[in-house]
């Protein structure tokens, strides 16, 4: 059915059509058109509608000769005054059409318009579930993995389908580490294995390092044999790696347990046992250097980044490379807890105090040992890992991915 809702505005009606409760169905969504926006009512007993601007509404259309049809790239060139001529609603194919005063023929499907909507209004209430919402995600203490298994793949299924991919990423998405069983105990099959994912991550340490436990020729203190507590790595990079896969390919000795901490859970605990510490540990952007050979590397973080939705996004910390607080951190202390300069270097070190002690106790700590032929993947962005004080031969071999790599294989997959 096609109905005219330029001829409705003339009659000075604003058209919401009676709407059954059927949850996440916009067959039944109504048009209204003001002078600049059209609004879509969705669920009015949900209080769910979006409101959509003529001019992105033109500027996002998706048509083969305004976006790509294979890339779904942009390719519409011009910044007119667009202007709706036309529009209709056609409820029996769940789209809106839009003829513009220039005769461009604009078409958007109800799914196409709820997914991109830019509104609040109770909108998440009626959108299809969606598996990659933050709700998905586990976040796990010390206790969560005494009754539990590790998150695991073999390496056979891993390497030689797609189901087994899938799996790895699913998993090492939720819980933000997964193991490879079974893959053979050497650089270059760790390498291979973590390149599956997506193109390795180059740095200071070459694509894929090998760690010799006692080389201190190289400056790092993940050389020596000294317990090293837990942090995260490459805080000194704009965009440190998202997947960390270590593998331990030959040991020979005592200790050496590695140390796993779920920064979300940890965050999330701080949010709700200490406001006034979470602020500052999201807000306040901490200076960190790491001189390299010949490179100096500066960077500055926030331990707990947080987006618009006040989700962490994000977790970096790392007392190795931490430099004395700056002008710039003084101000953001100030701004998160609301203190003056006077007191803004106690309140950090009050907050620090606290993470500490929350970040080195056992609570939160999940201890197992690395061995031959089990690559462990880490969330770089969202773990801490640390090893223990030991003695003996360790060789640990390792390799990074981007953030956005491995999260592009694991959409391709789901939509596959
Ligand atoms: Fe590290
Ligand atoms: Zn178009």
Not at 232 to 255: F, N, Q, R, S, W
Not at 330 to 346: F, L, P, Q, R
């Amino acid at each position: 059915m096609m109905l005219s809702f330029r001829a409705l505005q003339l009659r000075g009606l604003k058209l919401f059509t009676a709407i059954s409760a059927v949850p996440r169905s916009v067959s039944t969504a109504s048009l209204s058109k003001d002078p600049d926006s059209l609004l879509v009512n969705w669920d009015q007993q949900k209080g769910a509608w979006s409101r959509y601007h003529y001019e992105w509404l033109r500027d996002n259309c998706t048509c083969p000769s305004c976006r790509h049809p294979e890339t779904g790239q942009r390719i519409l060139t011009t910044m007119e005054d667009w202007r709706p001529d036309i529009i209709q609603g056609d409820t029996t194919n769940e789209r809106v059409e839009i003829i513009w005063k220039d005769g461009h023929n604009s078409q958007y499907k109800h799914s196409w318009l709820l997914e991109n909507s830019y509104n609040h209004n109770n909108i998440a209430n009626i959108k299809p579930a969606d598996t990659t919402q933050r709700s998905d995600l586990v976040l796990w203490d010390a206790e969560y993995f005494k009754s539990r298994q590790p998150p695991s793949v073999e390496y056979e299924e891993y390497m030689n389908s797609d189901e087994g991919l899938l799996k790895m990423l699913r998993q090492f998405r939720r819980y933000g580490l997964c193991f490879i069983h079974n893959t053979p105990a050497s650089k270059e099959a760790t390498g291979e294995a973590i390149r599956r994912i997506g193109p390795l991550r180059n740095s200071y340490y070459g694509s894929v390092w090998t760690m010799i436990a006692g080389n201190m020729a190289v400056n790092s203190v993940a050389y020596g044999y000294k317990c090293i507590p837990v942090h995260t790595d490459h805080v000194t990079l704009e965009e440190p790696p998202g997947l960390m896969a270590l593998h331990c390919v030959e040991y020979k000795g005592e200790g050496g347990e590695t140390m796993l901490l779920d920064g979300f859970k940890v965050a999330e605990y701080i949010r709700q046992d200490r406001p006034d510490y979470f602020a500052i540990l999201s807000q306040v952007s901490i200076p960190y250097q790491l001189n390299y050979k010949d490179g100096t590397y500066e960077e500055r973080k926030v331990v707990f980044p947080v987006n618009h939705k006040g989700e962490v996004t994000d977790v970096h910390l790392n007392h190795d490379d931490r430099q004395p607080l700056d002008v710039k951190a003084v101000d953001e202390i100030c701004t998160a807890s609301g203190c003056d300069e006077n007191e803004a270097v106690s309140k950090f070190y009050e907050a620090l105090r606290y993470l500490h002690n929350i970040i080195y106790g056992s609570q939160f700590v999940y201890e197992m040992t690395l061995s031959p032929g089990n690559v462990l993947a880490v969330n770089n962005r969202r773990l801490l890992h640390g090893r223990k004080e030991f003695k003996g031969y360790r060789n640990l071999c390792g390799t990074a991915l981007n953030q956005e790599e491995w999260e592009s294989t694991l959409k391709l997959l789901e939509n596959k």
